[in-house]
């Protein structure tokens, strides 16, 4: 594992964005504490000490946009996977790429591809974990490891989260979500459960049917791709 470490940085995945040209495959971006840490749209991600905020760079060859997605979807199964390894079997997925222990989110991911005229060059996956915080002063519910009684330094937490990623990688380089489905649904107990998506604001009830081969879940008759479950 290849560590750039930081005691502070505004955000893992700008800085890994701003210096991707300089940064191998595979590097890591790690940081104490981000002053600016950003979350999916838009968001802040709340990133005070005893969290773990890293970005991973990664440079497939001739890899599909189309599975852009579904690297992200690999890092959170990899995330929950490790959270289990720990004791936090509670920890599950929420579409598209949230961990949750008990309701309350523990991981947030936030994947940002990188172009040079017009090509895709790689992929910044920044993921953020709670671990040590005593307490998360966050809008929405959100936990940590800490606060659910376990344990953890923030080294064996990363260390795992990256083998587990690099079992998937290939698969999904290679052949897309379909490669991790069958993972992925036995740790997203929302199948054939009523749920909420909001999409701009809107919100739409159903009942969820899973997921396709692509990562898009399954609502109603509908097949949804962009969104957040509630
Ligand atoms: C989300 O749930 O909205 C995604 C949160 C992603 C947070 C991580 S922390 C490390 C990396 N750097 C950032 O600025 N964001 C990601």
Redesign the pocket.
């Known amino acids: 594992m290849e560590i750039l470490s930081f005691e502070v940085l505004p955000?893992?995945?700008?800085y890994a964005y701003e210096h991707f040209d300089t940064l191998k495959d595979g590097q890591i971006i790690l940081a104490k504490t981000?002053t600016s840490?950003?979350?999916?749209k838009e968001?802040v991600?709340l990133?005070a000490e005893g969290g773990l905020?890293?970005?991973l760079v990664v440079k497939p060859q001739n890899f599909k946009i189309d599975f852009l997605g579904s690297l992200t979807q690999a890092m959170a199964l990899s995330v929950c996977k490790t959270l289990h390894s720990l004791g936090a079997k509670e920890a599950v997925l929420k579409w598209p790429n949230?961990i949750l222990c008990q309701g309350k989110k523990i991981c947030?991911?936030?994947s940002q591809a990188v172009f040079k005229e017009g090509e895709l060059c790689g992929v910044v996956i920044?993921?953020?974990v709670n671990i040590g915080q005593e307490k998360i002063d966050s809008p929405k519910p959100a936990v940590s490891l800490k606060m659910l009684g376990i344990k953890a330094k923030q080294s064996e937490v990363l260390e795992s989260i990256f083998n587990n990623f690099y079992t998937y990688y290939p698969k999904v380089c290679q052949s897309g979500f379909k490669a991790i489905k069958e993972e992925f649904l036995k740790d997203f107990p929302f199948v054939n459960k009523e749920i909420k998506i909001v999409v701009d604001k809107k919100e739409f009830c159903g009942i969820c049917h899973g997921l396709d081969d692509k990562g898009q879940l399954l609502l109603d008759n509908k097949v949804v791709n962009i969104g957040d479950m509630e």
């Open positions: 955000s893992t995945n700008t981000q840490g950003r979350g999916r968001r991600w990133s905020y890293f970005s949230d947030g991911i936030l920044g993921v953020g």
